[in-house]
């Protein structure tokens, strides 16, 4: 007996497509290794970046490797190493790869089972397996025929099953690991392990004596430091100018140095003395930069001493945590709420003396009202966007409110040309219905091939862009640090390839090759989109193949880094030493470390996992290309992170949490699809069994009468899948997430009870203990700013010769002194 489901139309270029990818792009990767393995060692300023840094080289950077000799020792480098010398969020990013890697090679494992299943699936009478051409069609799930032999559906659910008890078998134990290194880190003996960061502070507790006299009430003799942020833009556009000013005077000196002239520059519409003149500012705006720092100091003591009447030490005790519009109004009749709040930002940097008064701080309520005295780790002084700072909680999610509806429209608008880059792929589909389609590609047959690959490589193009728009929105939501930002994009991203990548993409080539079929029967939609699913998976199998052929060796090359560093070379200023190390703008020297961009990284390898979760019972081909560019990722990821990116000794791992939750949605997803793909090959047994019976004078045999009770069985165990996650899930939550965000309080008690005989006689001398880094830049540019070297130095090192020897003999002077 046939089978009654309509006809898919089979891709038959589908197979080209894929092959024509390996060749191209796995070619490439290999042709671009083999040249990365002459150039390297000739340029190891470019390629080695921490070796020549002192303070970010590291032992692995500093050996000479021959011809991949570096593979090894990255591969084996241990966690304690990578947590040493690359950071946690390294470590996690790293670890994230391996789980993957760890995830797909299940799957190549399963396939071993599942590729001869469904290659030898029973054909109905009158087709031959040679009736399909591509061969990702035969060796999919979509090659089994219900009706004929329903067994074989056992063959998806059990390697749907195995994928998704072995990844949470992974994951309870990788959590255990970012605990136990979370733990870790925050018991390092550094200021930021010590200090908090106090948002929505009320008003009458917005300087340094009243917030300090309010702490030391909760936490006698624990508290440090407070630095309260101030509302400095006037003085913020001083410091500017004044570095701006010292940089055009050296300019000026060496200028006059090489040319024997003294330069002149434009004033009050003539021509003055560029030394004397820039000589002249920079004296005045050390002066009015000391003053204004003054003013600002003094005037948050009249506020306080305003606010000091013989109530506050009672209020700080009592009236605060019962904050109400009487009390305030207790505080702040002498001064106007208003003028406090033009100079006084709601926050506070808090710098405790033990890490029991900070964990304590971070983990209690310090008031009863919800939206007041929020209290979060304070990040890394160089990670914080001093702009930013003192946003309040409405302010925060009114903008956070904006860019995710913004971010909705981007995704939607986003849409077209997601659909325009597929539909392209599937161009040859069309042509029985469009004449002129049909006309074009008989006269250039070449057109297929080229938008077989163009439709691939328009997505991850897509997929590329689309790191700047969302970098962008996250930015302007008021976020206090670089990391917060990050995460906010990581999570648009990673949502972002969910919806365009995967979702769009899938339904719109699919459709585009189905919608003949739709046209002429329209109530079998479900069925034919889900026999029609493994034909996609070429496109998603070439652009797995794309980003290893193109991401990783763009990624190995630094390509960014060379194109700002030649526009770098190109257009900034380099006259003088400082302008030669410094960055101009946005572009950066060639040979400076790098941060790693985790945020725009992270979001293309979920899709990939994804990729497996979906396919891999499915479309088992997936998994081996999924497994290769995980194993090729970590490899240069490896070297990245300790020859190239900057070690981030102060990140705190804040990815771990969203990724788990993205694994445990990426595997809700793909059992939805597995669930749903099983239950609509019940219907279509049931289906094939009553036109049977109604149309045919033959009986049909009991196994094909009663194929679909055989496929219910598979199709209900599949079904608890869900329940499954949902219960590892719940004790991860219930165990982990909270217990990785603080460390446990008696660990804080053991820690500083070693620490109390000798933490404050090194805090003198250490500069990770001097919490005078959280005041605001501008506060701290008190001392006043001269030029790195005199005119007379000037004259005597950049004499009128080779600029290159002339900075050689700046730098053999510095060495001296």
């Known amino acids: 007996m046939s089978d009654s489901t309509t006809s898919v139309r089979v891709d038959s270029d589908s197979d080209r497509a894929v092959l024509l990818s390996i060749e191209i792009y796995y070619a490439l990767f290999i042709v671009a290794f083999v040249l990365f393995e002459v150039l390297s060692p000739k340029l190891t300023s470019y390629f080695n970046c921490r070796a020549q840094d002192p303070k970010s080289s590291c032992p692995l950077a500093e050996q000479v490797y021959g011809f991949g000799g570096w593979i090894c020792p990255v591969l084996n480098a241990s966690d304690d190493e990578i947590m040493e010398f690359c950071g946690l969020d390294a470590l996690v990013y790293l670890r994230f790869l391996k789980l993957a890697r760890k995830i797909a090679f299940m799957a190549i494992l399963m396939s071993f089972g599942l590729l001869p299943i469904y290659a030898t699936a029973i054909k109905p009478e009158g087709q031959t397996n040679s009736t399909s051409k591509a061969l990702i069609a035969r060796l999919a799930m979509a090659n089994i025929h219900v009706n004929l032999d329903p067994n074989r559906l056992w063959a998806p659910v059990i390697a749907g099953c195995v994928i998704t008890i072995y990844t949470l078998s992974l994951l309870m134990p990788e959590y255990k690991v970012y605990v136990s290194r979370r733990h870790e880190y925050l018991s390092r003996d550094s200021v930021q392990q010590y200090t908090v960061i106090m948002n929505d502070l009320p008003s009458h507790l917005r300087t340094h004596q009243s917030l300090q006299k309010y702490l030391d009430r909760l936490f006698p003799k624990m508290v440090d430091s407070v630095h309260m942020a101030m509302e400095c833009k006037e003085l913020e556009t001083q410091v500017a100018k004044r570095e701006y000013i010292r940089n055009a005077l050296e300019r000026a000196m060496v200028q006059a140095a090489l040319s024997g002239n003294r330069p002149t520059t434009a004033f009050n519409r003539g021509k003055v003395d560029a030394i004397d003149h820039f000589t002249q500012l920079l004296d005045k705006l050390n002066i009015s930069i000391c003053a204004e720092i003054e003013t600002l100091r003094s005037f948050q003591v009249r506020i306080h001493e305003a606010m000091n009447d013989d109530s506050l030490e009672d209020a700080v005790c009592v009236s605060s945590m019962h904050n109400t519009e009487e009390d305030m109004a207790t505080f702040t009749d002498s001064i106007p709420v208003e003028t406090m709040m033009t100079f006084m930002r709601p926050s506070a940097f808090v710098t405790f003396s033990t890490l029991q008064a900070t964990q304590s701080a971070l983990q209690m309520l310090q008031t009863d009202n919800p939206a007041q005295m929020t209290v979060r780790p304070a990040p890394d002084t160089a990670e914080i966007i001093w702009e930013n700072l003192g946003g309040t909680l409405n302010t925060i999610s009114s903008w956070q409110l904006a860019s995710t509806l913004l971010s909705l429209v981007i995704i939607v608008l986003w849409s077209f040309p997601t659909i325009f880059v597929t539909t392209i792929g599937s161009a040859d589909q069309w042509r029985s219905q469009l004449i002129s389609i049909n006309r074009t590609l008989e006269d250039h047959p070449w057109l297929i091939g080229f938008f077989k690959q163009f439709s691939p490589l328009g997505l991850a193009a897509l997929t590329a862009l689309s790191h700047y728009v969302f970098s962008a929105l996250s930015r302007r939501e008021g976020l206090a640090s670089q990391t917060e930002v990050d995460a906010s994009t990581f999570s648009k991203l990673v949502i972002f390839q969910f919806i365009q990548t995967f979702a769009v993409a899938l339904l719109s080539g699919s459709a585009n090759s189905l919608l003949p079929q739709l046209l002429e029967s329209p109530y079998q939609f479900v069925t034919i989109f889900s026999e029609a699913l493994a034909i996609q998976a070429w496109l998603f199998i070439s652009y797995i193949t794309i980003l290893t052929g193109i991401g990783l060796t763009l990624k190995l090359f630094r390509a960014m880094s060379l194109i700002t560093g030649f526009l770098y070379y190109c257009f900034a200023p380099r006259l003088t030493p400082r302008e030669r190390r410094s960055p101009y703008k946005w572009l950066a020297p060639m040979s400076n470390i790098e941060p790693c961009p985790q945020s725009t990284l992270l979001p293309s390898y979920f899709l990939v996992l994804l990729l497996v979760f979906v396919f891999g019972p499915i479309t088992p081909l997936v998994s081996y290309f999924a497994a290769l560019y995980f194993f090729l990722s970590e490899i240069v990821y490896r070297r990245l992170f300790f020859f190239v990116y900057a070690p981030g000794r102060f990140t705190t791992g804040v990815y771990w949490p969203s990724m788990y939750k993205f694994i445990i949605r990426a595997l809700y997803l793909s059992q939805v699809i597995l669930i749903a793909l099983m239950w609509v090959k019940v219907s279509d047994a ?132």
Do not use: G
């Open 686 to 817: 049931w289906t094939n069994r009553v036109i049977a019976n109604s149309s045919s004078n033959v009986s049909p045999s009991i196994f094909e009468e009663y194929a679909y009770a055989f496929a219910i069985a598979p199709s209900v165990v599949v079904s608890f899948l869900p329940l499954i996650t949902y219960v590892v899930d719940h004790r991860i939550q219930t165990l982990y997430p909270r217990a990785a965000r603080y460390l446990p309080l008696v660990d804080c008690c053991r820690i500083d009870a070693v620490r109390t005989n000798y933490t404050r006689i090194r805090a003198s001398l250490d500069n990770h203990h001097d919490s005078s880094m959280y005041i605001q830049p501008a506060l701290r540019s008190v001392i006043a700013l001269r030029p790195e070297f005199t005119f007379a130095q000037a004259q005597r090192i950049f004499k009128p010769n080779h600029l290159q020897e002339s900075h050689a003999n700046y730098e053999s002077m510095v060495e001296e002194a």
